[in-house]
């Protein structure tokens, strides 16, 4: 696959007007938007206030979909983690450091004691003055509109700083007066950012500037060049009701599937425990929800397939009302692409990101498919084996077909077997009060960094804050930011792995660091009644990549807010963190993590090689799936026609996966990411996993805990944020420009990706 780098400046063309002219979004104030990511690693969010400001429009109100800033646990699993949690547990303790001196941070601690009239008042005055920001911009002559003049960037930091703590309380607060507060002051936000994409008055004066920041001839320095690029060429666009409803319709599905006892046989007793009893016509019935916790152990280890298939069915069509939906959004998008001049809306929305253009997508995802497909192949077949031999031995019918309720059942059952390696074993070794520290340890030696912890107010008494300084710190110059761990499972809190930036990092007018904040979320594990908390090893992973998207959000070091740390091209923000997940591949980290939660004893070399060895167990089907999403996406995006949706979604996942759906479901409907920021954005968890490899394999990969190298990481790759191109980050971190060798060689053993 080709990865070069493009020299794509962008500059105010009579497009760029055009676009404003008709409405569909002035120049934003661009704010690059957050990422989620691949199935079981979590995500970096971000806040509506970027959003509306987010690079070209395209993501605007989608970048912050409800379906990532809101809980999706059922209330049955949430009460089920409270009365089972002691609440002693749900604070983790960290050694202090004892040879360090007693430091102030020179910006205090934010607050978190907001009432919900505070935070609806407190938004409406940032809206407000931000209006007025604005109205003081557009009464600008064109004449007096320069670079200083606009100003905007120091506006917005301000704005994001107040109004992303207060539309972060939904997520945390056990308070539903302030999370309904908090809910709402993100609606304002986001109508005050429909409100700010319409104003042609301030459109124009930031044309104007352009213009005579040029005849003036001031040099720009690199960071200021590349606000002033993006700012004039940043579009947005209304926002879009379709996608609005289509995530609350996401975020509600509360649909049920209801089985007997026996046909859950094989699912482990403490799920089935979770499922709500409820009596029928004399017959006991268990209603599994659609949320992932409840309905996934169901697709690995229910034995009867006549189960999984209805499961599978029935999570399939959960959103079919969506469906219409997104045919709407799609038929609205092509309008809008058409309006653009643009040939695709795929090649609207990859214009600003690392890969340009819609046709390096298809090429990427071409060239990958086709080097999946022989990998996968082969593993349908070992598996499709297996279940022909299970359904042999237990006298069931066998029409030689693979289905996609068997994949999850016979990938956990290969692994088992040719591994013997047992998920729940392994658990054993990984205690949440163990591993968290552990992990922030390594992190604290490889990058230079101090974690004190801070006693003071929070959101709730699970939440941890902590003080993060340099290593070795004499003075508050020494600040880098706080930090705050949110990592047990409560009612009403959002319900998977997320890092909020809060508070970004920036110079203000007077010369001063404005000093960042990173927020992780997380719902780690619980404990039962005679084993403390212990984490899986997918666990693990998560928490350590989650803690890579905090690392970024402090160690960034850039004068613009919008630059900082996270906000980096949408198919670059997951590759650091990528990269680290290799980190809980590595024998040496597994064994330093790990730790018995009886015996205190760390992993078994033995143990710690089966691991490793299942990290690559069907990987072909795995990320042909991946593909089939990706594809879906960058094909209904880059169509000139509507289609039929359904049986395109069906069709390209037989054709792809190489597994056989059954009825033909809406699915298409629960694709989030397509109205959640992710439109012909797809692509970009399997990309970002390029630089991901390249960086681990050319660097880390000799000495993985190396504080030299990790030094190396900050300067490169952590410090500049979004302030320049990525490219540029990752040749220097490299020492070159970067390539696909190292990913090939991950995925097909050689880097040409060819079985030779
Ligand atoms: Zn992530």
Not at 686 to 711: C, H, I
Request: aromatic share 10%; with cysteine; proline share 5%.
């Amino acid at each position: 696959m080709s990865l070069t780098a493009h020299a794509g400046v962008l500059h105010l063309s009579p497009l760029a007007r055009r676009r404003a002219l008709l409405g569909w979004g002035a120049l934003a104030i661009g704010f690059a938007a957050h990422h989620t990511s691949l199935s079981s690693v979590g995500h970096v969010v971000t806040n509506p206030a970027h959003a509306w400001r987010s690079i070209a429009g395209y993501s605007t109100i989608r970048a912050v979909t409800p379906f990532l800033r809101r809980p999706l646990t059922a209330p049955s699993q949430t009460s089920r983690f409270l009365s089972s949690r002691p609440p002693a547990q749900s604070v983790i303790s960290f050694a202090k450091s004892h040879n360090m001196p007693q430091l102030t941070p020179p910006q205090p601690a934010p607050s978190w004691n907001h009432s919900a009239e505070d935070i609806t008042r407190l938004t409406k005055e940032a809206i407000e003055k931000d209006r007025q920001l604005q109205d003081k911009i557009a009464a600008l002559s064109h004449d007096q509109c320069n670079f200083e003049s606009l100003a905007l960037a120091d506006g917005e930091a301000i704005f994001d700083s107040i109004t992303e703590p207060l539309s972060f309380y939904q997520n945390v607060s056990p308070s539903k007066e302030i999370r309904d507060a908090s809910n709402n002051a993100e609606v304002l936000v986001r109508d005050f950012g429909v409100e700010s994409s319409m104003r042609l008055d301030v459109f124009e004066a930031k044309a104007a500037a352009e213009k005579n920041i040029k005849a003036s001839g001031r040099e720009l320095n690199p960071e200021e060049q590349r606000l002033d690029r993006k700012e004039l060429t940043d579009l947005k666009k209304e926002l879009s009701q379709v996608c609005l409803e289509f995530s609350k319709n996401f975020n509600e599905e509360n649909g049920v599937v209801s089985f007997t006892l026996e046909e859950l046989k094989g699912i482990p007793a403490d799920v089935i425990s979770g499922y709500t009893k409820r009596t029928v016509d004399g017959k006991e019935l268990y209603d599994v929800t659609h949320k992932t916790p409840d309905i996934f152990p169901l697709f690995k280890y229910a034995e009867a397939p006549e189960t999984r298939k209805k499961a599978h069915e029935s999570y399939e069509a959960r959103l079919e009302i969506n469906a219409p939906l997104l045919t709407r959004a799609l038929d609205l998008r092509r309008k809008i692409t058409v309006l653009l001049g643009y040939k695709t809306w795929a090649d609207y929305v990859t214009e600003v990101k690392m890969v340009k253009n819609a046709a390096n997508v298809e090429t990427f995802l071409n060239d990958l498919e086709q080097k999946l497909r022989p990998v996968g192949s082969k593993e349908r077949e070992t598996l499709l084996a297996l279940k022909q031999a299970e359904h042999k031995e237990k006298n069931l019918p066998f029409d030689g077909e693979f289905y996609i309720w068997d994949y999850r059942y016979y990938d956990r059952k290969f692994i088992e077997q040719s591994l013997s390696l047992d998920d729940s074993l392994v658990k054993e070794y990984f205690p949440v009060s163990v591993v968290v520290p552990t992990i922030l340890e390594i992190y604290q030696n490889l990058l230079g960094v101090r974690f004190e912890e801070v006693k003071g107010e929070t959101w709730h008494p699970d939440a941890q804050m902590f003080a993060v300084w340099e290593e070795g710190a004499k003075d508050e110059s020494g600040f880098v930011g706080y930090c705050y761990l949110d990592l047990f499972p409560r009612e009403f809190k959002y319900s998977h792995a997320a890092v909020w930036p809060l508070l970004p990092g920036y110079a203000q007018h007077d010369g001063k660091r404005s000093y960042p904040l990173a927020a992780m979320v997380a719902n780690l594990a619980k404990s039962t009644p005679d084993r403390p908390a212990l984490m899986r090893h997918d666990d693990v992973v998560t928490f350590f990549h989650e803690m890579g998207h905090v690392f970024h959000g402090l160690l960034s070091h850039t004068q613009f807010s919008r630059f900082h740390g996270t906000s980096v091209a949408r198919d670059f923000v997951e590759a650091p963190s990528q990269m680290l997940e290799n980190w809980c591949w590595e024998p040496r980290v597994l064994e330093k993590m790990s730790s018995h939660y009886e015996t205190k004893k760390p992993l078994s070399a033995e143990l710690i090689e089966k691991i490793v060895k299942s990290r690559y167990v069907n990987v072909g089907l795995f990320y042909l799936r991946q593909l089939f999403f990706a594809k879906f996406d960058l094909k209904v995006h880059t169509d000139q026609e509507a289609t039929d949706y359904t049986a395109l979604w069906n069709d390209l996942r037989t054709a792809i996966s190489l597994v056989k759906g059954g009825k033909p479901g809406a699915g298409q409907g629960s694709f989030g990411h397509i109205v959640g920021g992710y439109d012909a954005g797809y692509y970009g968890y399997t990309y970002s996993l390029v630089f991901a490899a390249d960086m681990y394999a050319t660097v880390f990969k000799r000495d993985p805990l190396d504080p030299a190298l990790g030094q190396r990481y900050r300067e490169s790759i952590l410090k500049p944020g979004g302030s320049r191109e990525e490219t540029d980050s990752l040749k220097e971190f490299l020492g070159r420009p970067s390539n696909s060798d190292a990913f090939m060689k991950e995925l097909f053993g050689n880097e040409s990706g060819v079985d030779t």
